[in-house]
């Protein structure tokens, strides 16, 4: 055998191992994403049991349609699905079987009316990184409590004492990136991130040492975030877990720190979390404190993102808010404090629609997860015990009936209320988002700081999105920023 047979021979193989190599993760991570997907037939529920599945194909066995959705697409392999099979079908992917739902009435069955019966669901392998007491997987009384806590910290009346800090955050990043060329995701995050510990530690904590230990810690636990769960020394998902038990210390750290000061009277999420009433435990604690940077940070970094690529793209629009927000500066022209408030925040009625068109055009979170906790039917169809259920944000906010032309970036269909259930960025019922007025705060006081003083032009590729699982501009758009000359 000559030299070159033999290393194609060798070669082959190893190349052929690389190319599987994406696809034996997904098995791995597979066989953590599903424990339920056999299920016994259980008499009491025979009603519904008699009812047939919704259409749709399950796949190939074991791996069902999980290669379709990966290697497309995911945004086409739903809409494919939907044209072929209607608002309500099934699949199997990532080891689970699935049914999908996107009409606006099937959302709010599944998310709001009938939301007992569908549990939120996540792999084994999140919940352990994440904390297993955060509110995301909990159903019932302990979840109320948690969001009641969490609602307190984030309602407008909380949120109003913020504006001050987050302006801070927002100047300082702006001035940080003048005549440079930024990765605006990650820049964005650094931003988010800012927004999500002030809002949860407080001020006074925000310049102190313990703060940059836990953001460098939250760095390590997200490298591993997506890593198969193995957990052996040496592995990315190792690397997390003893990320995540520092980030726990350190929050205890916080805590008895906080304990000592006696400090009570302080409006952030920490304070709303340690209310003595509340008996929550520093575990508890330290689940939903990491809980909520990991809802904060990407998913607001991922919309200002799309806003700064929309606003590039639309220099009408990039105008009218530039006009809306200079308005807000003129106003305050003589006046000693300059600073922007919280009334100032709800004279932005523009800027606010292109915040929403932007959240529906980029639909971050395309869809959501929850599991049938026993036999349900919805219109004539059975979705069994154990299969997931997603509704899908994105294909109710790109429907052409409630969103003519629904590819067009046009904030303007916003100047009317969108119809009931059409329009869920932040989710609907009993988990719909907590964060929504903090993140609308923060993305707001960034925007008129941004197009009252600065300029950017975007540098990369224009076109093309990714997910991480996010939907993102390519290379998390490349932009270069520069302070306008006129800006005081
Ligand atoms: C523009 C930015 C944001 C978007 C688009 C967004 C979107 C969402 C959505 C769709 C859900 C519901 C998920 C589901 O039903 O499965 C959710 C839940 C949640 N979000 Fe946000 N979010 C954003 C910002 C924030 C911020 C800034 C915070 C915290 C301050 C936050 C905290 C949470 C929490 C704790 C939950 C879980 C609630 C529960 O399970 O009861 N989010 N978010
Ligand atoms: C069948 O379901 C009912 C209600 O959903 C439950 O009370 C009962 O315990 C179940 N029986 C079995 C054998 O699982
Ligand atoms: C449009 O919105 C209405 C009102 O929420 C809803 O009943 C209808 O199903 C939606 N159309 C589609 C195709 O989703």
Known sequence: MDMLSLIIIILIPISLLFLLLPFLRLLILLSTACTTSKRRRNKSSAAAAAAPLPPGSMGYPYVGETFQLYSDNPINFFADRQNK???????????????????????????????????????????????????????????????????????PEATRGKVAGIEHLAVSALSSWDGHTINT??????????????????????????????????????????????????????????????????????????????????????????????????????????????????????????????????????????????????????????????????????TCRVIQETMRVASILSFTFREAVEDVEYQGYLIPKGWKVLPLFRNIHHCADNFSDPEKFDPSRFELPPKPNTFMPFGSGTHACPGNELAKLEMLVLLHHLTTKYRWSLSGSETGIQFGPFALPRDGLPIRLSRKANAN
């Open 185 to 350: 995701y990650q820049q964005m995050k650094i931003y988010a991130f800012n927004v999500a510990l002030l809002s949860i530690f407080g001020k006074d904590e925000m310049s102190s040492c313990i703060i940059e230990e836990l953001k460098q810690c939250y760095y390590t636990l997200e490298k591993g975030y997506n890593s198969m769960p193995i957990n052996l020394p040496g592995t990315l998902f190792h690397k997390s877990m003893k990320a995540r038990q520092q980030l726990g210390q350190i929050v205890a750290d916080i805590l008895s720190s906080r304990r000592r000061k006696g400090n009570v009277e302080a409006s952030d999420l920490l304070a709303s979390f340690m209310d003595s009433k509340e008996a929550l435990t520093d575990a508890q604690i330290a689940d939903n404190i990491i809980g909520v940077i990991f809802a904060a940070r990407d998913t607001t970094a991922s919309v200002l993102t799309w806003i700064l690529k929309y606003l590039a793209e639309n220099p009408n629009l990039l105008k009218a808010v530039t006009e809306e927000q200079m308005e807000i500066i003129k106003c305050k022209e003589g006046a000693e404090d300059k600073a922007l408030t919280w009334a100032d925040t709800k004279r932005m009625p523009f």
């Open 85 to 155: 099979y209607g608002p309500i079908f099934k699949t199997h992917i990532l080891g689970c079987p699935c049914i999908m739902v996107s009409s606006p009435e099937a959302a709010k069955f599944v998310l709001v009316t009938k939301a007992a019966l569908f549990k939120p669901t996540f792999p084994a392998s999140k919940e352990r990184m994440l904390g297993p007491q955060a509110i995301f997987f909990q159903q019932g009384d302990y979840h109320a409590r948690l969001r009641r806590l969490l609602l307190r910290a984030f309602m």
